[in-house]
């Protein structure tokens, strides 16, 4: 009988035998035609073991090997951050159903994230107020890759902006430093580059990519994600703010009205009171370390121009580099949220302040475009 480390608490380890492990994970997630329990992990949840280069994920026990089914699939239009299909990586995937898909890295990442699922979903000390935050997890599946590299384990994730026609989405990688401290020199290297480029470092957050909807006629505007990554800290002020206004955000002339600030940002419900719940848990919590994680905010500015309650959401994803806590408080995750909460209490509080000229690509056509703040401000930054 074969034993597998389903999910370690930080204090012990879980055993279970292959019978108990599908038991368990069956009991917890009631969907078994999409789940395939293949993937438990053999003792190696820690970093230090992960390391050495081989992925459990990709050597499945036999008896574990999933039927294959007919499976139909897309790949999503509103990612706006992250590895996409068509680049050299295979991308996420998304059905009708609402799921997310997104495919395993090769090397530790892919068996990092897929512990760290397996650990949170599992984890009684995370309160259901917080779990709320975090995409509802569904187990792994081994699914023919987006580039068409073959079949590969994905995990299967609740899609966060499923049901939404026209979703309105920013990704926020969060934390002034975005590696893991047992990262490779170059690694961190490659990091503090980016941290120091971005507005990581001196923000403790950086808006990885985004999409918004402007209105019928203009649709969506989706700016070139590495000029989005590059912006300074004036600029993010703006794109927070294009994010909840109604007017168009490629008009030069036109200053963010942020007329959605107080629909989708504030209220008992909005973006600044889910984020503040989210800190408050943070502060406290010592089990994870969320390095290079992102803050999701999703709404549907359509459902605002109808008089229907918009629905904002943040959720956390990308949980690649998640560490063990050890004890620790996330000094670096709870100083981007806090940093991320001024930026959006103050847009909230004062909308009408002063900003810049932010000139950015749209990531479609590639054409400039000027995104104006505010017409007191001239500075125009050329990206
Ligand atoms: O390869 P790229 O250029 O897409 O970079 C990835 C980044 O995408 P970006 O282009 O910055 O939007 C990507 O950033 P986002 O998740 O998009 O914010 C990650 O930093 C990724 O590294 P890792 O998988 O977390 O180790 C980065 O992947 P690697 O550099 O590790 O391949
Ligand atoms: N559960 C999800 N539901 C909907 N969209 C998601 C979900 N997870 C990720 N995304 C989308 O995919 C993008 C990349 O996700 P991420 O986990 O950061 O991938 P990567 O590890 O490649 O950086 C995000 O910016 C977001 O647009």
Known sequence: MREYLIYRRFDSFVHFSDTHARARFFATRPDPDSIQPQFFFPLNWTRSLLDRGTHPLHSPPSAFQPPLSVFSSKV??????????????????????????????????????????TSFSLNTRVPDHIRRFFPVFYGTKLLEASDGSGQRPHLVLEDVVSGLSHPSVMDVKIGCRTWYPEASEDYIQRCFMKDRKTSSLFLGFRISGLQLYGSQESGLWKPERKLVQNLSADDVRVVLKKFVSSNSPTDPN????????????????????????????????????????????VYEKKKDLKGESVDAKVKL??????????????????????????????????????????????SDNNNEEILTGSNECTTKLSL
């Open 317 to 362: 994803i990308d949980f690649a580099h998640v560490t063990e806590g050890n004890g620790i408080i996330d000094h670096n995750f709870v100083g981007g949220l806090c940093s991320l909460i001024k930026f959006i209490s103050d847009i909230l509080t004062s909308p009408d302040e002063c900003t810049t000229k932010v000139c950015l690509q749209n």
């Open 76 to 117: 999503p239009d509103h990612q706006v951050a992250g590895h996409q299909a068509g680049q050299g990586h295979p991308g996420p995937l998304i059905d009708d159903s609402g799921r997310f898909y997104k495919p395993l890295q090769d090397d530790y990442r892919g068996a990092t994230e897929a512990a760290f699922y």
């Open 254 to 297: 036109l200053n963010p009205d942020c007329s959605f600030a107080s629909s989708v940002y504030g209220g008992s419900s909005g973006i600044l009171a889910q984020l503040l719940e989210l800190k408050s848990w943070f502060e406290d919590q010592t089990i994870y370390h969320l390095n290079s994680c992102s803050v999701l905010m």
